[in-house]
């Protein structure tokens, strides 16, 4: 079975430009989730779909980022206009409905802002 | 608010030597607990967890943490590391019936021979 999915595994952009990161969960992974983890810091929780619902978006740090899932399958994450302090590795998560929340976890893509 | 400190950013061992790396959590109501770790260019794995029931946890690799309620700490330790426990390991927990984990700072292990 296939792990989580993330691309690109690196991006670099310029202050100003677009980017789109996408997720796909494991198939049958309801929950997913996004976390960001900027350098020298702890990763944070961003945002968590349910299905094709935002479920908890309390991490989303502003209104520069625009997560969807349409279908309730991949997930894509924008950030437009980047800044510099968007810089670092963005996380993606999925798993089953369920109590016991084992989340399991993308390989990340490393956003470098110049 | 939910917060974790791992209490050590860098710890160096000697191969076969003990380790423990230490995670301490703040929270205002009942948690899971949790311990990742992240290999060098790869994801987060699961390494152990703990919902409830014994405070001593078991998980992969030869791994195990213990849950100290008064203490609020969820240490992890392994008896004799190897060359590939090298990696960067990570407390979380999550509050009962939320979804979201709150990380702490990670500690990066590192094994020499």
């Known amino acids: 079975e296939a792990g989580v999915t993330q691309f690109p595994s690196h991006s670099v952009i310029e202050k100003g430009q677009t980017v789109t990161l996408r997720c796909d969960p494991i198939s049958g992974h309801d929950n997913l989730y996004w976390y960001r983890r900027v350098m020298g810091k702890e990763i944070k929780f961003l945002l968590h779909?349910?299905?094709?619902?935002?479920?908890?978006e309390s991490g989303m740090p502003n209104n520069r980022f625009l997560a969807e899932r349409t279908g309730g399958t991949y997930s894509t994450l924008k950030v437009q206009p980047a800044e510099l302090e968007d810089s670092g590795v963005y996380f993606c998560?999925?798993?089953?409905?369920?109590?016991?929340?084992?989340?399991?976890f993308g390989p990340g893509t490393r956003l470098t802002v110049l | 608010a939910q917060s974790v400190t791992q209490l050590d950013s860098q710890v160096p061992v000697f191969e076969e030597a003990p380790v423990e790396l230490r995670c301490n959590y703040s929270s205002s109501v009942s948690v899971y607990l949790f311990w990742y770790v992240q290999y060098p260019n790869q994801g987060l794995q699961l390494l152990l967890k703990y919902l409830s029931g014994s405070t001593l946890v078991k998980g992969i690799n030869g791994f195990e943490a213990e849950f100290n309620k008064s203490q609020t700490s969820f240490h992890l330790r392994k008896p004799s590391v190897h060359i590939s426990d090298t990696a960067e390991y990570f407390c979380?927990?999550?509050?009962?019936?939320?979804?979201?984990?709150?990380f702490g700072q990670g500690t990066r292990l590192t094994i020499n021979p």
């Open positions: 998560a999925s798993s089953q409905l369920g109590f016991d929340n084992e989340q399991f």
């Open positions: 779909f349910v299905k094709e619902s935002k479920q908890d």
């Open positions: 979380a927990v999550s509050e009962w019936g939320a979804q979201k984990l709150v």
